[in-house]
């Protein structure tokens, strides 16, 4: 259940900051996203160092719900 929040409140929120501006052509600046969005996944990064997924070596609920957030973002 953390995991959950703390993506809403963390990933969610920092890749909002970097995809609106180019789908709704804002021309606002990104850069404020890019640097919330590198400082607010360490613990993600520190997780999947540990284990193939975010809790353990299984697929759950929080790997599916971060996955397309952080996919939104490759070119």
Same mark, same amino acid.
Request: a negative charge; hydrophobic letters at 35%.
């Given at each position: 259940? =953390?995991?959950?929040?703390?993506?809403? &409140?963390? @990933?969610?929120?920092?890749?909002? $900051? #970097?995809?609106?501006?180019?789908? =709704?052509?804002? /021309?606002?600046?990104?850069? &404020? /996203?890019?640097?919330?969005?590198?400082?607010?996944?360490?613990?993600?990064?520190?997780?999947?160092? @540990?284990?193939? =997924?975010?809790? /353990?070596?299984? $697929?759950?609920? $929080?790997? #599916? =719900?971060?996955?397309?957030?952080?996919?939104?973002?490759?070119?």
């Amino acid at each position: 259940m =953390f995991l959950l929040h703390w993506h809403h &409140s963390n @990933t969610r929120l920092s890749t909002m $900051a #970097i995809v609106c501006p180019y789908v =709704f052509c804002t /021309g606002e600046d990104t850069t &404020s /996203g890019n640097e919330t969005l590198n400082n607010r996944h360490y613990m993600m990064e520190e997780k999947l160092t @540990t284990s193939k =997924f975010l809790i /353990g070596e299984r $697929a759950t609920i $929080a790997d #599916i =719900f971060i996955l397309p957030e952080i996919d939104q973002l490759t070119p």
